[in-house]
């Protein structure tokens, strides 16, 4: 199947700082999402972008879809110690047939106050 | 509106056993898919129903197996049950399942002893 490579793998930041993370792919997508999991819980939607080049914000958070449509980038700004958790890329690829997505591995984030 | 819904929330077999975890979408939500999230192999992608029909399925043994119901709501079923089947049991609905966002559920934590 796919492969997204995601990373970091993990990060360790002080409160305040900026964050950034990317997702890479060895073929085009045509969505991409980016997900917060907490432990314990499913993950959660932040973002999603649907079209080459999109620069989408979500209060801190902005996320990108790369231009030659294999990469996706999520930055936080002025990290806080709720953004503690495993952000999660996720793509479609323009072959899937109904509602496939391949995650990747995940970014564990760790915000020291 | 409501989120996505999943029962049990949490689970405990032993080998050889079978289960049945069910998932509620969201209201309007006709695309269903399930996923097995664990430490080791990260979020793998299990099958996604759409209008009561499998319309994808990864790549896992035939001892998994799902249905959905005329209402959209969906149900997975796990037959002789191996230690390897402990994770977390994650569906995540979508409007139609193509080109579309995921919501995902809190996912039911099954343990297999």
């Known amino acids: 199947g796919q492969q997204l490579n995601q990373s970091p793998q993990s990060m360790f930041i002080q409160e305040g700082e900026d964050v950034s993370m990317n997702c890479t792919s060895s073929s085009i997508f045509n969505t991409w999402l980016w997900y917060k999991q907490d432990p314990g819980e499913g993950p959660v939607l932040l973002i999603a972008l649907y079209k080459a080049g999109e620069l989408t914000s979500n209060g801190r958070l902005t996320a990108q879809f790369g231009i030659t449509r294999k990469d996706s980038f999520l930055n936080i700004s002025a990290s806080i110690p709720s953004d503690v958790g495993i952000y999660f890329c996720?793509?479609?690829?323009?072959?899937?047939?109904?509602?496939?997505?391949?995650f990747g591995t995940g970014t564990s984030l760790t915000v020291i106050p | 509106k409501a989120g996505v819904t999943q029962t049990p929330r949490y689970l405990i077999k032993t080998r050889g056993q079978q289960v049945t975890l069910s998932c509620s979408p969201i209201?309007?939500?006709?695309?269903v898919s399930w996923y097995q999230q664990t430490p080791g192999q990260g979020l793998q992608f299990l099958f996604e129903?759409?209008?009561?029909?499998?319309?994808n399925k990864g790549n896992f043994p035939g001892r998994f197996s799902g249905r959905q119901f005329s209402n959209s709501r969906s149900e997975m079923n796990v037959s002789t049950l191996e230690l390897g089947d402990s994770a977390l049991y994650l569906c995540a609905s979508s409007r139609t399942g193509s080109q579309d966002t995921q919501y995902f559920g809190p996912g039911t934590r099954l343990t297999v002893l």
């Open positions: 209201s309007g939500h006709r695309s």
């Open positions: 996720a793509g479609q690829p323009p072959s899937a047939t109904g509602n496939q997505f391949y």
């Open positions: 129903y759409f209008s009561e029909t499998q319309r």
